[in-house]
């Protein structure tokens, strides 16, 4: 049984209550210590998340009010790391914590989203040097603060100086419980070179990070958050009314909100160029855990509070939007103008007539399809319902149609298409039939004109860097990249790219 326990400080880490409780005692062995505090020895391996904690509470005297629940609450990571996750996990957590024995195998950091995270726990101690230097005074010793040890909190909440990383390690087979002393702590404020922008941004960090230690908000599943995203994000026209991201515009967006400095400090930094940067993939739905750092970031950036967040009530992501089509004339109208398009292109097959009444075509096609079959005159090139197919004249006509096709593609206003044999097909609307080898002059006209792959980049390349001058926007190579529709690219795309930007 623990004869005493040094009274526990607000906000203090159960380590620290630990470190001082044995340099009370003088106690020089980590294993009778252990044992004296836990009833038994056990592997104290994480100052952040440490287990056995009814073990502990249960060698305390009779007359102690401690209870596990407020060990864990009050003086472990616990709150920061759980609030974003469901109430199941947060129990499970809870519980391998509490009792440790029966959920010694497993990982509380892998379950926590530590383990594979990008954003990775501090590995020191850290303290603040005028609370180090406050509580000598007051108290007479100091001690290590929960909040200061929280992933992404740069300043004192309290002093408002950046915070220093003692030489005493968190976690690993090593930890020794060692007190925030002469030893490894100090009165020197660190020089802070960051700008007031980058101060700013973390002090309204670190009062949220305060909330969550604090705030004992509702667990959610994450299906939840990633659906109350998408809501706020439509609200920012930010997204579609369906709830597709407009992605482009939502980093363009959180890059002008955070300096890239801020960012990097957090472990956040935005790779532009990536496809799978962790903020494009921060608002998809998947199972993967985030790491309340970035659930921070993305909340702030949104401009909500946490308790807007937690306690909406009604959540909508992604949702069907259906179209209600309201004729602006009426169907008789619709259908004297198809009959003048028909008279005014005779021999002209159903797809031409599409292309050429575009709008017309679809509406028609759409809600009046039964008259729409009656008086549209169907393909002269179909399958020969008699007689024998004449191939010499099929020929002559498929090569007048492929000239017009090609000439359509290449003149198509927006993203260029490739010319090629099934691009020509797929034009014409025609079926398989079109690549027959009968098309002598048909099939040698397409292998003439189909475009060449670089010659057809480089046709996508002038239509970007076009499109964006005509549009007024930048040019780099990376966005003329983006805007032709290349995707991640290499080495060669950027040569092609970077030639064409030089001849503007």
């Not at 470190?19 to 004296?36: E, F, Q, T």
């Not at 509070?305 to 992604?318: A, E, T």
């Not at 008086?375 to 197919?389: E, F, M, N, Y």
């Amino acid at each position: 049984m623990i004869n005493f326990l040094p009274q526990l400080y607000e906000n203090e880490l159960f380590y620290s209550v630990i470190a001082r409780h044995r340099r009370m005692c003088g106690m020089v062995s980590k294993r009778a210590l252990i044992n004296d505090l836990f009833g038994r020895y056990v592997v104290v391996s994480s100052s952040y998340f440490p287990q056995y904690i009814d073990f502990f509470v249960a060698c305390l005297p009779p007359t102690s009010n401690i209870t596990t629940r407020e060990i864990i609450k009050k003086h472990t990571l616990f709150p920061f790391y759980t609030s974003f996750l469901s109430t199941e996990k947060t129990n499970l957590i809870y519980e391998t914590m509490a009792g440790g024995e029966d959920g010694s195998k497993l990982n509380i950091e892998q379950q926590i989203g530590l383990g594979g995270s990008k954003v990775r726990k501090c590995n020191f101690l850290r303290y603040c040097p005028l609370c180090y230097k406050e509580d000598i005074g007051v108290l007479g010793e100091s001690y290590w603060r929960v909040k200061q040890q929280i992933s992404g909190v740069l300043y004192c909440s309290k002093h408002q100086v950046l915070l220093k990383e003692s030489s005493v390690l968190s976690t690993g087979s090593g930890i020794e419980f060692i007190c925030a002393d002469e030893q490894v702590c100090d009165e020197n404020v660190l020089e802070d070179n960051y700008s007031d922008n980058v101060k700013q941004l973390n002090i309204h960090y670190m009062n949220n990070v305060k909330r969550l230690l604090k705030g004992n908000y509702p667990r959610k599943e994450l299906d939840y958050f990633i659906k109350y995203y998408i809501d706020r994000l439509r609200e920012k026209r930010l997204a579609s009314k369906n709830g597709s991201l407009y992605m482009k515009d939502i980093q363009e967006r959180f890059l002008m909100y955070y300096p890239k400095q801020y960012l990097d400090l957090m472990q956040s930094g935005v790779d532009s160029g990536s496809p799978s940067n962790w903020l494009r993939l921060f608002v998809r739905n998947n199972n993967k855990n985030r790491s309340p750092l970035r659930h921070l970031l993305f909340q702030q950036f949104l401009g909500v509070s946490l308790d807007d967040l937690f306690h909406n009530q009604v959540v909508i992501g992604k949702k069907p939007v259906s179209v209600q089509h309201n004729p602006s004339f009426d169907i008789h109208q619709r259908r004297e103008k198809w009959l003048q398009l028909i008279a005014g292109n005779p021999g002209a097959n159903r797809s031409q007539l599409k292309e050429r009444g575009k709008g017309l075509h679809t509406w028609i096609y759409r809600y009046d399809r039964d008259w729409y079959d009656k008086v549209t005159p169907k393909s002269a090139l179909g399958r020969a319902r008699a007689g024998t197919i004449d191939w010499e004249k099929r020929d002559e006509e498929c090569l007048r149609l492929a000239k017009e096709a090609v000439e359509i593609i290449l003149q198509k206003e927006g993203k260029p298409t490739r010319v090629t044999p099934s691009s020509v097909r797929k034009k014409l609307g025609f079926g398989s039939w079109f690549k027959n080898e009968k098309l002598v002059r048909t099939q040698h006209y397409l292998e003439q004109v189909k475009e060449n792959i670089d010659d057809f980049r480089i046709r996508k390349i002038k239509w970007a860097i076009e499109d964006r001058v005509k549009k007024g926007e930048s040019l780099s190579v990376y966005k003329v990249q983006l805007h032709a529709g290349f995707g991640g690219g290499g080495k060669e795309m950027k040569k092609l790219i970077m030639r064409e930007l030089e001849k503007q």
